[in-house]
């Protein structure tokens, strides 16, 4: 390892995926993990740091990184660049490795005949079906999907013909095996086959789905010498592509989810096989971004594998690699919601994605109740607890701190009216702060319609997402002909507009409860000045230039909207230079 890291100059080998400059004596770069701007990646002579994000490492680490390569690809890769021979194992190893690979061409064959059996007349169900569920042909033969047939044999018969024997089937997972260990009958008949592939895109076993409603439902092959279900993530190599090609790496439940959304355009994703993610998958996953998604179901079920997954995740935690969670709309998997709703539903699932911080929390506090002493003793050790399993010291502290922090925020009794108090506020990240402080402003326009003359203007200057394009649209019509600017006359135009769910995106709970101000409970003078305070906080930059760009205008044409404009951004810049806005109505952060 050393040789290999001594004959690689560093700075060649990155600089075949960015473009360094010289600093001093070392160069530095924008980094090629995470968009930026200006440089803050720097390559020394042996090892590199981005102070952006963290990512730092050597010749080995950069290659892993950039590629999605395991430890002895990148080893081997650079080997061969530096002229050395990686040592070779020992002569039962070398046995051992040749029968692997018979076991991957085994398994190729055997895919190789799955998807010939698809295409064929035997295989029309079993194609009528993935074609229902919403699959291309394209899709189809690129994920390699096929028809096992009806178990009677024709597997065994086809392959001996390559002079593969039972036996060999057996250790390849396809025959079962006798109480006498004996090869037996096939393990996977009349079902729908997928190819499970390893990291470099070598077949290794299957899962097979059963036509009807059968049980099991799915069925995937047993241990091997080349598989191990809890070490193996399902579309793994395909995901190796998308993620270098720009997309987020997630992790979904299942493999008609992550075939549906690689088709809808969703590179990055992965499944676990049937079972709750490990640690191992863990690590496939980080090697892949170091802030991957994990994706789960509303529903129960969903929130108690968000817990377990939280939990295996806590002691691998770093400054440079966490988890975020995605929770999908009750009642939807990835698959249902894209072709009920389309790509741009699941995008949006995956924008509210919650930080593991926050999700750890709200996760935590629904395993028990907080009405009591003594349950908000229980869920306070809880939080402790969890704040404990994380290994690095430093990331450990900054855990406890927050998650400590919320705890005696929502527990503390405040004397405000009942009707008036509000749960705790979550925290939003940086990057998410402006999609939510958007999303709070378009929820007051909804909640109060007659602020749309005076506030349509500076909310249109903002950098709408989608929905609330879309909402943006229906809004000023709705405005200039209404005889009552009112709210429930609002959301029933919406929803003849087939505008209901982008209402529902700025009116809801999701991913972060929406301030006081743009409750159900606030006046219309509450709400619009919430609106210029959190207006003022997304635009503290060019505020001062707008508030003398309105100065000119009222000075040129003394109205009263162009008054009212000026008299509104006047004190929007006031409030955000103070920082101060009614706390229990909108918090900066």
Same mark, same amino acid.
């Given at each position: ?414 004397? !405000?009216?009942? *009707?008036?108090?509000?749960? #705790?506020? &979550? /925290? @939003?990240?940086? $990057?998410? +702060?402006? %999609? ?66 982008? !209402?529902?995106? *700025?009116?809801?709970?999701? #991913?972060? &409860? /929406? @301030?006081?101000? $743009?409750? +159900?409970? %606030? ?67």
């Amino acid at each position: 390892m050393d040789e290999v890291r001594a004959r690689t100059p560093l700075a060649a080998l990155i600089g075949r995926r960015v473009k360094l400059s010289r600093s001093g004596r070392n160069w530095k770069a924008c980094c090629p993990f995470h968009g930026e701007k200006s440089p803050s990646f720097y390559v020394y002579d042996d090892g590199y740091h981005c102070f952006g994000c963290g990512a730092h490492g050597d010749a080995i680490g950069f290659v892993m990184q950039s590629q999605g390569s395991s430890f002895m690809e990148a080893v081997e890769m650079l080997a061969g660049e530096a002229g050395l021979d990686v040592p070779k194992p020992s002569a039962a190893a070398e046995a051992a490795e040749r029968q692997r690979l018979d076991l991957h061409d085994i398994l190729q064959a055997a895919a190789t005949l799955y998807q010939q059996n698809l295409f064929a007349p035997q295989g029309a169900p079993a194609l009528a079906y993935l074609r229902g569920r919403g699959l291309t042909d394209e899709t189809i033969r690129r994920f390699g999907l096929g028809w096992s047939g009806d178990g009677r044999g024709a597997l065994a018969q086809r392959l001996a013909a390559e002079d593969v024997t039972p036996v060999r089937l057996m250790e390849a997972g396809l025959l079962r095996p006798g109480e006498d260990g004996a090869p037996r009958g096939e393990l996977f008949y009349n079902r729908v086959m997928f190819p499970i592939r390893d990291r470099r895109g070598r077949v290794i076993s299957f899962g097979g789905r059963i036509m009807g409603d059968g049980q099991p439902k799915y069925v995937n092959g047993p241990e091997t010498a080349v598989f191990s279900k809890r070490r193996t993530l399902y579309a793994l190599d395909f995901a190796r592509e998308g993620v270098r090609a720009g997309a987020a790496a997630v992790a979904v439940e299942g493999y008609m989810d992550v075939i549906a959304l690689h088709q809808a355009g969703f590179g990055g994703a992965v499944a676990p096989l049937g079972t709750a993610l490990t640690a191992e998958q863990l690590e496939s996953l980080w090697q892949l971004s170091p802030a991957p998604t994990l994706c789960f179901d509303g529903d129960a079920a969903g929130g108690r594998a968000a817990a377990r997954a939280a939990d295996v995740a806590l002691p691998f935690l770093a400054p440079d690699r966490t988890i975020r969670i995605a929770t999908l709309p009750a009642g939807e998997d990835p698959d249902t919601l894209i072709r009920s709703r389309g790509p741009a539903a699941f995008k949006a699932t995956l924008e509210a994605a919650r930080p593991l911080g926050v999700a750890l929390y709200d996760l935590l506090r629904e395993s028990g109740g907080t009405e009591t002493p003594e349950q908000r003793a229980a869920f306070r050790a809880r939080l402790a607890a969890a704040a404990a399993k994380i290994t690095d010291k430093g990331l450990a502290a900054e855990y406890r701190r927050d998650l400590m922090d919320r705890f005696f925020q929502s527990t503390k009794r405040g004397a !405000a009216p009942a *009707a008036r108090q509000r749960a #705790p506020r &979550p /925290l @939003p990240e940086a $990057a998410t +702060a402006s %999609a939510e402080r958007i999303r709070t402003l378009t929820a007051i326009l909804l909640r109060h319609p007659a602020l749309l003359p005076r506030l349509e203007e500076a909310y249109a200057s903002l950098p709408l997402p989608p929905a609330a394009h879309r909402l943006h649209a229906a809004l000023q019509p709705y405005a200039d002909d209404a005889d009552n600017l009112d709210f429930a006359g609002l959301i029933a135009h919406l929803t003849i507009l087939r505008l209901a769910d982008d !209402a529902a995106w *700025a009116l809801g709970e999701v #991913p972060f &409860p /929406l @301030p006081a101000c $743009a409750g +159900a409970d %606030a006046t219309a003078s509450e709400a619009e000045a919430g609106w210029w305070y959190i207006y003022g906080l997304m635009r503290r930059g060019s505020l001062e230039e707008e508030v003398a760009a309105a100065r000119r205008d009222f000075a040129a044409t003394p109205s009263q909207a162009a008054q009212q404009r000026l008299i509104s951004l006047s004190g929007a810049l006031e409030s955000s230079r103070r920082g101060e806005y009614g706390q229990d109505a909108v918090s900066e952060d």
